[in-house]
């Protein structure tokens, strides 16, 4: 039997490779990401796994990529996230501090503080990029006093650039605090092809902070590699998900992205509508919330529907009922009405709550159809 990848690709060349499933049919979801999977190259590609399940232990291996766990420092996505040489890197800081908390000034003073950090390392003859190790040597006045110190620096300049500091030191001490929670993702190597990086954002449901943490941080590695990634996401279609709306928004052109989904129309009517301008290959199986299927009926369309109604005529009067008349069916008159078609849902809602298992609705190239796998 063909495959689900080589039919859309043989019936829809010019389609892009991103893929959206939603549906209750876990078989579909399964062998259509198992599909999708073993399609990547491992030579050429990283693959990111992006988990919003509560499921358990991670899988060691998905296809050919060995997967490894962000949240657990075995992979770094922001090895150079304090660098602030660029209007790029200043943006990409300033986004993720936002998903941290932090307002337009205390972005730019944490901002300030790591140029200050940067440039007496560099004094001091250290010319590697910052890490949380080394924002650590500066986590108090008393400390950045004694490092001033081993500066060959006038008084008049030492007490300069102490009051510099004191201007930007509230800001440093709250960003120090949040640096605990990034420093699973500035360890371990950073993604490479064959490489599967599994980002559990799942499990964290109850922090919404650190899900758009966790979901900016994967923004900035697809920013370096964006054409040599694969992002798969896993959605259990529950709750809003804003980190899944602005993950989605935020994604680097030339992305491949697939979003693997048990009900994708849980999500609010705007991020929907974005969502089917960004997966042109639309896969829906059995849905268990019929407003979720209304939604599907309306994205199938409509088709032109001729219903042909007919009557029947009879002459009750004496004269047209004799034997021979009703023999020969004289006595009746048949007519045949042929009316104007009408537009009716080419996917009923009913139809669509009811799919057997592992049939699906194929949405692509503006038709719809069914598939079964």
């Not at 990409?92 to 440039?119: C, I, K, N, P």
């Not at 899900?211 to 798969?232: F, G, I, N, Y």
């Not at 693997?260 to 268990?288: G, K, W």
Request: some cysteine; hydrophobic content about 40%.
């Amino acid at each position: 039997m063909i495959g689900f990848l080589d039919f859309v690709r043989q019936s829809y060349p010019n389609a892009s490779p991103c893929v959206l499933v939603s549906g209750a049919d876990e078989y579909v979801r399964q062998l259509v990401g198992q599909q999708l999977v073993n399609a990547l190259d491992p030579r050429h590609k990283t693959l990111y796994l992006l988990d919003n399940t509560q499921n358990g232990a991670i899988p060691p291996q998905l296809g050919a990529y060995p997967l490894r766990n962000a949240a657990a420092g075995e992979v770094s996505l922001c090895a150079d996230l304090f660098e602030t040489a660029t209007l790029t890197s200043i943006s990409r800081l300033r986004a993720l501090l936002s998903a941290l908390g932090f307002d337009a000034m205390q972005t730019m003073r944490v901002v300030t503080y790591l140029d200050f950090v940067r440039e007496t390392e560099r004094r001091l003859g250290n010319a590697a990029p910052l890490t949380l190790e080394t924002l650590e040597e500066y986590s108090g006045m008393a400390l950045v006093q004694w490092k001033l110190w081993q500066l060959a620096l006038s008084e008049e300049n030492r007490a300069y650039l102490l009051a510099r500091y004191s201007e930007v030191s509230g800001a440093a001490a709250d960003f120090d605090m949040m640096c605990a929670l990034l420093r699973p993702f500035t360890q371990g190597p950073r993604p490479a092809p064959g490489t599967g990086v599994y980002l559990p954002v799942g499990r964290f449901a109850a922090d919404p902070a650190m899900q758009h943490t966790m979901t900016q941080l994967l923004l900035s590695s697809l920013a370096e590699t964006a054409p040599q990634a694969a992002l798969v996401i896993l959605d259990d279609g529950m709750g809003d998900r804003p980190f899944l709306t602005r993950l989605l928004q935020g994604l680097p052109p030339g992305t491949e992205v697939h979003l693997l989904s048990q009900d994708v129309f849980s999500l609010p009517e705007q991020t929907v509508s974005a969502l089917m301008n960004t997966f042109p290959v639309r896969v829906f199986s059995r849905h268990e919330s019929m407003a979720s299927c209304r939604r599907i009926e309306a994205l199938c369309g409509e088709i032109d529907v001729v219903r042909p109604s007919s009557s029947v005529t009879t002459d009750r009067r004496w004269r047209a009922n004799s034997a021979w008349d009703m023999l020969l069916g004289n006595n009746k008159t048949e007519t045949s009405i042929r009316s104007a078609p009408v537009k009716e849902s080419r996917f009923r809602k009913e139809v669509i709550a009811s799919l057997l298992p592992g049939t699906v609705i194929l949405s692509c190239g503006g038709s719809s159809m069914l598939f079964s796998f």
